[in-house]
């Protein structure tokens, strides 16, 4: 007796680029169960048919030719009704190979929709004849939704379409399908999740849309999604200004406007689907992006003239940069003189020269050397050299166990100094892989973030006043090499396991305006002036008192007045002077020694003797981990109050902390490379290793912390014991 019982049915929508070959594979699909209708109110055809599988019977929409999702003709807004209304199950999208580039447009647009999609890759028999050669299993790895060879006039590839309908099908059906998510950039990302947030919170449309969909529909000020938000509620209003706030910003900053930026993004991460990996061309135009990349992302060359690009970098912040450091640095000597002359000698002065004034324009100084160093960084960022670099480190990141979208967080970072950790560690979050996300996690830290960079430049312009361009460097490709060995021992050892493929966004080459190059400069400089102004002020201030109290017992201070004294009696003249001045070293030194500070950074010093730390940098690097600045400005307070007469050093001596350092013998040059090598690997910020807990969990985190602070202190031992037996 034959099965009487039903078929389920799967409906699916079949969409495609005009002339993609799309009809004719509606055709060869349907056969005569094709119909011709007319879609509610309008005249647009609308072409439906049924293909009968095994357990299925699949319902075929035939969607208007479109080459994208906008609203700017009839057949975009009916082919994307349909899709936003009738929600099919399925979107099979018909690609043509030998425009894949255009064709994937459309692609992206309906992944970022949420609904399941399978790629019909047609007239791949044109494409090979044209010297095109497209992995489509590559291609299908990487968009994560399967793709199928087709000829859709000799109806090769209909089958396996229809099969992969059924299963991405019955592989959705519980769990759903996750929207692609691609970058737009900072400033439209920080947007993007800003204005999703809401949608999500006021369930603004989202019975209709989603969230994120929207959000990007009225940065592209998508006249149907406006008029139907309009009738919504308020939030449509406040998201208009939004828009309209952004849109000044990038037609200021950029001379651009959001929807070009988008569609730049889009094709970004197009051509790096394409780019090496997945299509090969016999036969190959290049536009001008494709003959500048052909040289910067050479394989020898590329990485050659990044490295170059580095110096000049460096060069440029410590040549250039030291004009107006000058200034900033006799700016808060002229501070500290008023106040030595208008506040009387005691706890009192101290406190603001020593504590305020000696701890801030510490860090303030290298102010000018951080804004031409972000003004740099900040014009590559725009100009889209940034990703070119992410994209060259991707067969070396591989090498690692790391994934090729790891480049991202590590140039946050500090990859290309002047990151930060805390948006580099947030920003693994993007790679699928939880093995390959931890060990990102772990190492990210170790680049030269924008804290950092203020502790390296003093002890560089101590140390090495003539070659601190080159030890930058060098610190900056340290830093690289220590995250990829790190990586490649966790990836051995703790989080084994295969890398995944890569895919990033190369967005097109722009040349960056000044004014959008000096806000965002101004930008990440005022966050680093108001830390200076508030995070370190405090600190210092804190930090001050810990080396200031308890004060030397008064038996101990009686003791120095008394063999002042007996100089006294016993020299005249110069001799005298010199006695004095020994003999209140010795008190200061005491006096600091005897605080809660000095305590502890003499308590330390059992152990970090063995890696030529001093009792002083102890101190500051202790206060490091509340944020790496403070290493700066704790060795000023820490020298500052070491001075035998403060009042002679601010008046008559114009030697800064950084020369009181350099005369400090303990500074050898094997305790300064490693006190470098401790500063660049021990644990990270108290903010950052909250951020850590927080996209992995506590135990890994303290994991990281203990092993990374283990690891460097071995290591700084090392090169301090090898450092001194040898030179």
């Known amino acids: 007796m034959k099965d009487s019982k039903k078929k389920q049915t799967i409906k699916v929508a079949l969409s495609g680029q005009p002339n993609c070959g799309k009809s004719t594979m509606f055709n060869v699909l349907t056969g005569a169960t094709a119909r011709v209708g007319n879609y509610p109110g309008i005249t647009v055809d609308r072409m439906e048919g049924v293909f009968h599988a095994e357990k299925y019977d699949i319902e075929i929409t035939d969607l208007p030719g479109t080459y994208s999702l906008s609203s700017y003709s009839l057949e975009e807004v009916v082919a994307?009704?349909?899709?936003?209304?009738?929600?099919?199950?399925?979107?099979?999208?018909?690609?043509?190979?030998?425009?894949?580039?255009?064709?994937?447009?459309?692609?992206?647009?309906?992944?970022e929709m949420g609904i399941p999609v399978v790629v019909g890759l047609n007239m791949m028999d044109s494409a090979r004849k044209n010297g095109v050669h497209i992995d489509s299993e590559k291609l299908s790895s990487l968009i994560n939704t399967p793709v199928v060879e087709c000829v859709a006039r000799r109806g090769v590839g209909k089958d396996k379409l229809m099969q992969h309908v059924v299963s991405i099908y019955e592989a959705h059906q519980e769990v759903g399908n996750e929207p692609l998510n691609i970058s737009y950039g900072s400033e439209l990302d920080a947007l993007l999740d800003k204005m999703s947030a809401e949608i999500d919170d006021k369930k603004f449309m989202t019975y209709k849309y989603p969230a994120r969909w929207t959000a990007i529909k009225y940065l592209e000020e998508d006249s149907a999604v406006l008029k139907h938000g309009e009738s919504s509620g308020k939030l449509h209003f406040e998201l208009l200004d939004q828009v309209h706030e952004i849109n000044e910003h990038i037609q200021k900053s950029l001379d651009?406007?959001?929807?070009?930026?988008?569609?730049?993004?889009?094709?970004?991460?197009?051509?790096?689907?394409?780019?090496?990996?997945?299509?090969?061309?016999?036969?190959?135009?290049?536009?001008?992006?494709?003959?500048?990349?052909?040289?910067?992302?050479?394989?020898?060359?590329?990485?050659?003239?990044?490295?170059?690009?580095?110096?000049?970098?460096?060069?440029?912040?410590?040549?250039?940069?030291?004009?107006?450091?000058?200034?900033?640095?006799?700016?808060?000597?002229?501070?500290?003189?008023?106040?030595?002359?208008f506040i009387p000698e005691?706890?009192?002065?101290?406190?603001?020269?020593?504590?305020?004034?000696?701890?801030?324009?510490?860090?303030?100084?290298?102010?000018?050397?951080?804004?031409?160093?972000?003004?740099?960084?900040?014009?590559?960022?725009?100009?889209?050299?940034?990703?070119?670099?992410?994209?060259?480190?991707?067969?070396?990141?591989?090498?690692?166990?790391?994934?090729?979208?790891?480049?991202?967080?590590?140039?946050?970072?500090?990859?290309?100094p002047g990151g930060c950790a805390v948006p580099g560690v947030m920003a693994a979050r993007t790679l699928r892989s939880k093995k390959e996300r931890l060990a990102t996690i772990f190492t990210a830290p170790f680049f030269v973030c924008g804290a950092k960079i203020t502790a390296f430049l003093v002890l560089c312009a101590a140390f090495f006043p003539d070659n601190a361009d080159t030890v930058m460097l060098i610190l900056t490709i340290g830093s690289w090499v220590a995250a990829l060995l790190v990586s490649l021992l966790l990836r051995k050892t703790v989080i084994t396991g295969e890398s995944t493929p890569f895919i990033m966004e190369l967005p097109p080459y722009r040349m960056p305006t000044l004014y959008g190059v000096a806000v965002h400069t101004l930008e990440r400089v005022w966050q680093y002036v108001k830390k200076a102004g508030t995070v370190i002020f405090a600190i210092s201030v804190l930090l001050w008192v810990a080396m200031t109290f308890p004060q030397l017992p008064d038996e101990i201070s009686q003791k120095f007045d008394s063999e002042i004294e007996q100089v006294i009696v016993a020299y005249t003249g110069q001799e005298l002077v010199e006695k004095k001045m020994d003999i209140e070293s010795k008190r200061t030194e005491d006096a600091l020694r005897y605080s809660v500070a000095g305590r502890i950074g003499t308590g330390l010093e059992k152990v970090t003797q063995f890696a030529g730390f001093n009792w002083r940098v102890n101190i500051a690097l202790f206060a490091g981990v509340a944020a790496k600045e403070v290493i700066v400005s704790t060795l000023s307070t820490a020298y500052s109050l070491g001075e035998a007469d403060p009042d002679e050093v601010i008046e008559g001596d114009d030697r800064s902390f950084v020369d009181r350092m350099r005369e400090d013998p303990s500074w050898t040059m094997p305790a300064v490379i490693s006190v470098f090598v401790f500063m660049l690997l021990y644990c990270p910020c108290f903010v950052t290793i909250v951020v850590m807990a927080r996209e992995s969990s506590w135990s890994w985190t303290i994991f990281a912390c203990v092993s990374s602070l283990v690891g460097s202190y071995i290591l700084s031992v090392i090169i301090y014991q090898a450092g001194t037996h040898l030179f």
């Open 346 to 416: 005691g706890l009192m002065q101290s406190l603001v020269v020593s504590g305020m004034i000696d701890g801030v324009g510490a860090v303030m100084g290298f102010a000018p050397l951080i804004l031409i160093m972000f003004a740099m960084l900040v014009f590559l960022e725009d100009l889209g050299y940034m990703s070119r670099v992410a994209y060259m480190f991707d067969r070396v990141l591989r090498s690692f166990g790391l994934h090729g979208a790891s480049v991202m967080p590590f140039i946050l970072s500090g990859g290309i």
């Open 80 to 111: 994307r009704d349909v899709i936003i209304n009738e929600k099919p199950d399925v979107i099979l999208c018909m690609l043509d190979a030998t425009a894949i580039e255009r064709s994937l447009y459309l692609t992206v647009q309906l992944m």
């Open 256 to 341: 651009s406007y959001p929807e070009a930026l988008i569609a730049d993004h889009r094709y970004g991460y197009i051509n790096a689907l394409l780019k090496d990996i997945v299509v090969r061309k016999s036969k190959v135009s290049y536009d001008l992006s494709d003959k500048v990349d052909k040289v910067l992302t050479q394989r020898l060359l590329g990485p050659l003239i990044m490295v170059g690009i580095l110096y000049a970098m460096f060069y440029i912040t410590f040549n250039v940069g030291a004009i107006p450091q000058g200034w900033v640095e006799g700016l808060f000597g002229w501070f500290a003189d008023l106040a030595v002359r």
